[in-house]
């Protein structure tokens, strides 16, 4: 069965970096686009990034353009975000999912990273 | 690419139809629209891809119509469990975008 486990989350100083991985297991990784989702305490679900199964295309949302960068490792099936510059207001659970038809078909269970001094 | 979802809260009872709506600040390609529930403390789930084709799994009282710039959800004979947070999802050329939500409650 497909499944999806975040990891690396945790409280984080502002303007200090983190990176989130995501391990994928019971499918064929190396077929699927990704995606990272986050949700802020409370609040709703906020698209963070894509990338395409080859990682040759990534493409962010505008509040996380040019401070994270997803990438992936086929050969580990392993999904990635690193995030720099972070604000309070990236204070969030972190989740990864697959990329369906035009959906994000499964997801994890998420990482709560909390920006905070 | 703007989505509002409305209700913002439904509350029923089990045994009752919902009915939820969402409306996109652009027309695009039906094929582009999904549903998903959310339960505290759980991940989304899948429930419609394409407005109108359930993800595996999900049971036929939910059902999703809808094309151009309006989509509806919805659930029929509510069960316990459909108490929950439903997001709207229009996808993009290079990007998601989610509707802020409507809760459903008993």
């Known amino acids: 069965q497909v499944q999806l486990v975040e990891s690396g989350g945790g409280v984080v100083q502002p303007e200090k970096s983190l990176r989130l991985s995501c391990a994928a297991s019971g499918f064929t990784f190396s077929t699927f686009a990704m995606h990272w989702v986050r949700q802020a305490p409370g609040k709703g679900l906020e698209w963070v990034a894509v990338?395409?199964?080859?990682?040759?295309?990534?493409y962010y949302g505008d509040s996380v353009k040019g401070r994270f960068t997803i990438s992936r490792d086929n050969s580990k099936n392993k999904l990635y975000l690193q995030m720099k510059s972070l604000r309070a207001e990236d204070t969030a659970v972190y989740f990864c999912?697959?990329?369906?038809?035009?959906?994000?078909?499964?997801w994890g269970q998420g990482t709560l990273v909390t920006v905070s001094s | 690419i703007v989505l509002t979802q409305s209700p913002g809260t439904l509350a029923l009872s089990p045994g009752e139809r919902a009915t939820l709506s969402c409306r996109t600040s652009?027309?695009?390609?039906?094929?582009?629209f999904a549903w998903y529930q959310q339960k505290p403390g759980q991940a989304p789930r899948l429930l419609i891809f394409g407005a109108s084709s359930r993800a595996t799994g999900i049971p036929d009282r939910f059902s999703g119509s809808g094309s151009g710039t309006d989509f509806t959800l919805t659930i029929d004979r509510l069960e316990p469990e459909d108490f929950a947070v439903y997001y709207c999802q229009q996808y993009g050329r290079s990007a998601i975008t989610f509707g802020q939500g409507t809760r459903l409650e008993i």
């Open positions: 999912a697959r990329d369906g038809r035009w959906s994000a078909d499964y």
């Open positions: 990338i395409s199964f080859d990682g040759n295309e990534e």
């Open positions: 652009q027309s695009d390609n039906s094929n582009y």
